[in-house]
């Protein structure tokens, strides 16, 4: 594989799982843990929707300790599953993510 000048990813090679979650505190953690475990290079974006439980909260939490790798989208009600994946996927695609 080769890799571009100043060791940048393609934007081919990025890739980006959204993880939509709605009063989901107890599992983010484990959630990330293991699509890193999984897969170490690719990216995380956790959209909550306004998680009454902290979820929130915590998703920034893990975000700061991974500033690469994790990012977080606060959308203020809950708007829906699809609706988070909507979201999502114009959330990566406007950083150039090609696999979500």
């Known amino acids: 594989m080769s890799v571009p000048r100043g060791g940048a990813q393609r934007p081919s090679e990025r890739t980006l799982v959204i993880i939509p979650t709605f009063n989901e505190r107890e599992n983010l953690p484990l959630i990330v843990s293991?699509?890193?475990?999984?897969?170490?290079?690719?990216?995380?974006?956790?959209?909550?929707?306004?998680?009454?439980?902290?979820?929130?909260?915590?998703?920034?939490?893990?975000?700061?300790?991974?500033?690469?790798r994790v990012h977080v989208m606060h959308r203020s009600t809950k708007a829906g599953l699809g609706a988070a994946y909507v979201a999502g996927f114009a959330w990566g695609l406007n950083r150039e993510y090609s696999v979500l």
Not at 42 to 52: A, F, Q, R
Request: no cysteine; charged share 30%; glycine share 8%.
């Open 34 to 68: 293991r699509v890193h475990t999984a897969r170490p290079d690719v990216h995380i974006l956790i959209v909550d929707d306004g998680s009454p439980d902290g979820t929130g909260e915590l998703a920034n939490e893990l975000a700061l300790a991974d500033t690469d």
